[in-house]
């Protein structure tokens, strides 16, 4: 069984920045695919970043060179780097992970961005 626990989220200006955390329990944490998404109200859930367990990773267009995924195996944490906040980020964003064929996900942290 594998809990997630996301923290870091809040408030923020546009053009502000965020540091969201998932934390992991359970075993063969440096194993899983660790995924970022969030739902913004009235809309689908969408993948942000992902993190394989071979070290590449990956981002929807709208967040390249903005957000920035890391993980750290020792910890059992995995890190989501918001830069350059927008207004349409703002949304409920949840840790995800997959191992073994089976998805795991947190209750999601909230974000707002909004002056």
């Known amino acids: 069984q594998v809990q997630l626990v996301e923290s870091g989220g809040g408030l923020v200006q546009p053009g502000g920045s965020l540091r969201l955390s998932c934390a992991a329990s359970g075993r063969g944490f440096s194993f899983y695919t660790i995924n970022w998404y969030r739902q913004a109200p009235g809309k689908q859930r969408e993948l942000v970043a992902t993190?394989?367990?071979?070290?590449?990773?990956n981002y929807a267009d709208s967040v390249k060179g903005r957000f920035t995924i890391s993980r750290d195996n020792a910890k059992n944490t995995v890190h989501l780097e918001m830069n350059s906040l927008k207004p349409e980020d703002t949304a409920v964003y949840y840790c995800?992970?997959?191992?073994?064929?089976?998805?795991?996900w947190g209750q999601g942290t909230q974000v707002t961005v909004s002056s």
């Open positions: 993190f394989l367990s071979g070290g590449s990773t």
């Open positions: 995800n992970a997959v191992w073994r064929g089976q998805g795991y």
